[in-house]
């Protein structure tokens, strides 16, 4: 019996070719495993005290930030944290808070 690429049913004429790209490690869709790794990271996150802020900056503005961040060696999320609780302190000791 001739070995046909299209024949797939006979998968031991098959089984040391290799396929490409990475086996499938997760019984899980991509989706559902963002979905749950994004559930896990809230838990972590209430877990530090952390609260989730959006907001809108424009280009410039994230620009300037992740440039100060990489000069600083920490993360966008630390700066702009720094940069509030120390614009916070000025502004309640100059009793405008």
């Known amino acids: 019996m001739a070995k046909e690429q299209t024949d797939r049913t006979t998968l031991d004429l098959f089984a040391n070719e290799r396929r490409p ?18 559930r896990n990271q809230l838990k972590r996150d209430k877990v530090r ?7 809108k900056l424009n280009a410039d503005a994230v620009d300037a930030l992740n440039e100060l961040a990489e000069a600083r060696n920490m993360s966008r999320s630390d700066l702009i944290e720094e940069m509030l609780m120390h614009q916070l302190a000025c502004l309640r000791n100059q009793g405008e808070v």
Not at 21 to 38: A, C, F, M, V, Y
Not at 49 to 55: H, Y
Request: no cysteine; proline share 8%; hydrophobic share 25%.
């Open 49 to 55: 005290g952390l609260k989730r802020v959006e907001l």
């Open 21 to 38: 790209g990475r086996p499938k490690t997760n019984p899980l869709s991509r989706d559902e495993q963002l979905r749950i790794n994004k």
